[in-house]
Nanobody
Framework: QVQLVESGGGLVQAGGSLRLSCAAS????????RGWFRQAPGKEREFVAG????????DYGDSVKGRFTISRDNAKNTVYLQMNSLKPEDTAVYYC???????????????????WGQGTQVTVSS
């Protein structure tokens, strides 16, 4: 049963932009927190951004603050990650995640999330 489906990855030059989408279905669609993580080869999965669906409050990883923006579309049950001023070090597989627990703040640890998408590759060339 598909729960989270990412799209929008691709190849872009440094300084360019991409927008990722994550559509939720099933139980994941009722999750109150959605997050974006990324994982580069040989590195641990890293928190990128997250949003508390019911309040709209957001949080970002330090490396993307000021460049990435997370947003949601309630009608489509979809979360977006707008990525601007991309750098080669942003190259990674980006994963969408969701959790059904009630959180005061966006969790930044991958183990706190119940549901994961299959990932979408983002490659930034220099």
């Amino acid at each position: 049963q598909v729960q989270l489906v990412e799209s929008g990855g691709g190849l872009v030059q440094a300084g360019g932009s991409l927008r990722l989408s994550c559509a939720a279905s099933g139980r994941a669609s009722r999750s109150d927190v959605r997050g974006w993580f990324r994982q580069a080869p040989g590195k641990e999965r890293e928190f990128v951004a997250g949003i508390i669906w019911s309040r709209g409050s957001t949080d970002y990883g330090d490396s993307v603050k000021g460049r990435f923006t997370i947003s949601r579309d309630n009608a489509k049950n979809t979360v977006y990650l707008q990525m601007n001023s991309l750098k080669p070090e942003d190259t990674a597989v980006y994963y969408c995640a969701a959790d059904s627990s009630v959180w005061v703040r966006v969790p930044t640890i991958p183990g706190k999330y119940d549901y994961w998408g299959q990932g979408t590759q983002v490659t930034v060339s220099s």
